[in-house]
């Protein structure tokens, strides 16, 4: 069975930083598996729809939103069956539950993680 676990969310203050990490576990998405998979992390503030807020390929190519656009870096450690999200200079608007994400191949569907809960103070 295929886990994905975040961690590193909590309570912090406008202009801090967070880290954000995403564990993936089980023979079906490690090793060989994960590394060969695009990952991303989306959030879902309060009231609001999901948004995809960072993308990384398996070559290491990123992209982000707009709105964290050099605040945010998404990194990847395929040796710990790990994705990263570094979350600078936060704003209150930050505030969500953050998942992190696997999009879905032909061979399986995607995977999300639980979420963990990100929250800015004005």
């Known amino acids: 069975q295929v886990q994905l676990v975040e961690s590193g969310g909590g309570l912090v203050q406008a202009g801090g930083s967070l880290r954000l990490s995403c564990a993936a576990s089980g023979s079906r998405f490690t090793g060989s598996r994960f590394s060969i998979s695009t990952l991303d992390w989306y959030r879902q503030g309060p009231g609001k729809q999901r948004e995809l807020v960072a993308a990384?390929?398996?070559?290491?190519?990123?992209s982000y939103a707009d709105s964290v656009k050099g605040r945010f870096t998404i990194s990847r450690d395929n040796a710990k069956n790990t994705v990263y999200l570094q979350m600078n200079s936060l704003k209150p608007e930050d505030t969500a539950v953050y998942f992190c994400h696997a999009p879905p191949t032909i061979t399986r569907g995607s995977y999300w993680g639980q979420g963990t809960q990100v929250t800015v103070s004005a």
């Open positions: 990384i390929t398996s070559g290491g190519s990123t």
